[in-house]
């Protein structure tokens, strides 16, 4: 298993250019197609009605707008990949809001980029449950780039962290092709007050089906002293880990997503780059 096509979310903040090189930066070294997407932030279903054209001149004016500031973070996309020298990749311009637009084409991409909600930059297009709303809606893994930092290469030192569950399955299953190149890998299991030694799953399974895929990790067990999201971040940090695996909990209620604990603590607040499944 590889990546062959990665997609990732091009906007005018100040961060794209971090998750741009990061994307390119994965898709070089698996050989992969990139799309570099970025969103009006104009309903698809007004734009293809034609009705934002018809009903009110300003309108029109206001679309073409919005087209040419996504046209010009697809410029820094564009500038961006060629200096890095990325054999192939293309950029779209699309008109949609950004959450649905990306889980649109993740159906036809291995891995989606895309960055962490940042509450000091607010913008037009992007709406604050963003992360999340991919992560659960567009059935791909997603790799999440903090809002601070630099993370020019990932994967060199990596952090499971593993409860059995479905999620985290996916994400370990989709984070293969990463993990193959890794120089370390640390599985972390933790025991919570509510958790009986019985309900915590061995890490001996999960070793043995990673080291038929010829990966070999180092299994930690831990006692969770304080809520997991602090303990995983903690952890990732003393570890130097590069890299976080985890699965995405959460379903969504109409537009509110109700999120599990862990996931919602590493979405608000994330050391390195999060590779998340849900």
């Known amino acids: ?90 950029k779209r311009l699309v008109d949609d809001e950004a959450g649905g637009g990306i889980c649109l084409q993740a159906r036809y991409a291995d891995l989606v980029v895309i960055g962490q909600n940042d509450p000091g930059e607010v913008s037009p297009v992007v709406m604050p449950d963003f992360p999340q709303y991919v992560v659960l809606n567009s059935s791909r893994p997603v790799l999440i780039v ?45 025991r919570t007050g509510a958790a009986s030694a019985h309900s915590v799953p061995a890490g001996s399974e999960i070793a043995q089906y990673l080291k038929r895929h010829g990966v070999r990790i180092e299994t930690l067990q831990r006692n969770a002293m304080s809520p997991v999201g602090e303990s995983l971040r903690s952890l990732a940090l003393e570890a130097g880990a590069d890299l976080i695996i985890m699965g995405g909990y959460g379903h969504a209620r109409f537009r509110e997503w109700v999120l599990g604990e862990v996931t919602r603590s590493m979405l608000e607040a994330m050391p390195v780059p999060v590779l998340m499944s849900h």
């Open 1 to 90: 298993m590889s990546y062959k096509t990665i997609l990732v979310h091009v906007d005018e903040s100040t961060r794209a250019g971090e998750r741009i090189k990061l994307a390119a930066a994965v898709a070089m070294t698996e050989n992969a197609h990139l799309i570099g997407t970025a969103m009006t932030g104009a309903s698809r279903f007004l734009v293809q009605a034609r009705l934002l054209a018809e009903l009110d001149p300003n309108l029109r004016t206001h679309l073409d707008f919005l087209r040419e500031r996504a046209r010009r973070g697809l410029e820094d996309f564009d500038a961006t990949v060629q200096k890095l020298g990325l054999a192939s990749f293309e």
């Open 146 to 190: 903090p809002h601070a930092g630099r993370f020019e290469n990932i994967g060199n030192r990596v952090l499971i962290a593993w409860d059995a569950s479905m999620e985290a399955a996916r994400a370990v299953s989709a984070a293969l092709p990463l993990l193959k190149r890794a120089q370390h890998i640390d599985v972390v299991i933790f």
